[in-house]
């Protein structure tokens, strides 16, 4: 159990930095007017990937027995950031012109429930975490 707690807890500044990276790298090609490609895809599906991976985690904590009221809202919270993330990414996939702006609509809007899933359960999103 303690293996885990301590994979979710750092699996998420892998998220935090995907996230980050996602929207400068949107925000530079919107602003120089490039089109979507494989890098933004590519980033967009590790973005979503490891999000769900943390989801993974998450819920084998929570069937393990780690459970206690504020999760609640923390749960809630994360279960919406991993598809803000997933749907955005696939209806853009789906488009016949895929753009820049969809993607990074769903990556900010999963990084501010993401922050407000952190804050659910009392903890920052850059502070160590006690067992």
Known sequence: M????HAHSGLRFLILLLGVLNVAVLGVSLAQKKPFGKVHRALGSAFA???HL?????????????YYPALVGHIVMMVLAAGAAQVTSSLNRRRAEPTL????VGVVLALV???GGVMAIGRGLFTSTAL
Do not use: E, K
């Open 54 to 66: 943390q989801v993974v985690i998450g819920a084998a904590m929570v069937a393990l027995g780690r």
């Open 113 to 115: 429930l993401i922050a």
């Open 2 to 5: 303690v293996g885990l707690f």
């Open 101 to 104: 702006t969809l993607p990074l």
């Open 49 to 51: 990937g490891t999000l």
